[in-house]
C-alpha cells in the first residue's frame, strides 16, 4: 500500500554498498522504518531525503515488515543541525530519545509536533540546553515516569520551602525532608521552571534567560529521573556529556 506521510528522519542505518534503512517518525503513522534502496549512490533522488533531520514528504510503500521509500520531498532541510557541532550534538539527542522511547506505527500528531517544533528552535539557534529540558521533561509520561509536580509528593502541600526527590518522584516540602536523606535541594526558580516544561505549549516559548546555576540543577533532577526510571542508556547523552567538558 503506497501512503504519503510527513516526517522527520531520526535514525539511518547503512545497508549493504548502497542502501539505507531509514527510521521516520512521521505524523500520519508514528515511527516506521523503510528501505531506501541506491540513497547511498549519490546520483540517487533518495540521497539528499534520507540525511538525519530531514522534514518533508515522503511516499512510501507500507506492508507487515519493513517498508519501501519510493520518493520524498524536502520541506525544511535542517542543514544547520548537521553542520555545528553542537546543534548536531543535541538534534542527535532529541531523535535518539524519540526513538527509543516510541513504538512502531503508534501514531502521536502531538509527539510529533513537539519533536519538529524542538528542532526548528535549535536551528534557530535558540538555548540549546533549555530546550533539551523542555523536550526531557515533556517526554517523561512517554517514558512511563508521572512525576508529583503539584505539591508534595508525600503530604500533598503546596506551600513551603521544596527539594526534589528522586526515590520519591517529585517535589517533596521542608515538613517531609526526613522522608528521603538523598533529596536534591533546588532553588524556587528551578521549581518554577521543572513545573513549566512540563506543563506548558512549546509553542508559546519565546526568549527565556536562565543562570548556569539554574541549568545545573534542572540538568541534576531531570537526568536522575532518566537515570534511575527509564533504563535508557543512550551513546548520544553520552557524547553531550563529554562535549560538556571542553565548554568553559
Do not use: W
Request: charged residues 25%.
Amino acid at each position: 500500500m503506497l501512503r504519503k506521510v510527513e516526517g522527520i528522519v531520526i535514525r539511518t542505518i547503512d545497508y549493504g554498498e548502497t542502501n539505507k534503512i531509514v527510521n521516520l517518525f512521521t505524523r500520519e503513522m508514528g515511527k516506521i522504518g523503510v528501505m531506501a534502496r541506491g540513497a547511498k549512490k549519490p546520483q540517487s533522488r533518495l540521497t539528499s531525503v534520507s540525511q538525519m533531520f530531514i522534514y518533508g514528504h515522503f511516499l512510501v510503500q507500507t506492508g507487515t515488515g519493513l517498508g519501501t521509500l519510493q520518493q520524498g520531498e524536502i520541506i525544511n532541510s535542517f542543514r544547520g543541525l548537521r553542520e555545528d557541532l553542537e546543534k548536531s550534538a543535541y538534534s542527535a539527542y532529541i531523535v535518539e530519545l524519540t526513538d527509543k522511547l516510541t513504538e512502531e506505527k503508534k501514531t502521536n500528531p502531538f509527539l510529533f509536533e513537539l519533536l519538529y517544533q524542538t528542532l526548528n528552535y535549535i536551528n534557530e539557534g535558540m538555548d540549546l540546553e533549555i530546550l533539551t529540558y523542555i523536550y526531557e521533561m515533556k517526554m517523561l509520561n512517554i517514558a512511563g515516569i508521572y512525576p508529583k509536580l503539584d505539591g508534595c509528593v508525600h503530604c500533598s502541600k503546596t506551600q513551603g520551602k521544596f527539594a526534589f526527590s528522586i526515590r520519591e518522584g517529585g517535589f517533596i516540602c521542608h515538613r517531609c525532608f526526613h522522608i528521603d536523606p538523598n533529596l536534591i535541594q533546588i532553588s524556587p526558580a528551578t521549581l518554577k521552571l521543572l513545573r513549566l516544561f512540563y506543563y506548558f505549549d512549546l509553542h508559546r516559548l519565546g526568549k527565556i534567560s536562565v543562570k548556569d546555576t539554574t541549568k545545573k540543577e534542572l540538568k541534576t533532577v531531570i537526568s536522575s529521573l532518566y537515570d534511575e526510571y527509564s533504563g535508557l542508556n543512550l551513546k548520544s547523552k553520552r557524547f553531550l556529556t563529554q562535549l560538556d567538558r571542553f565548554k568553559p
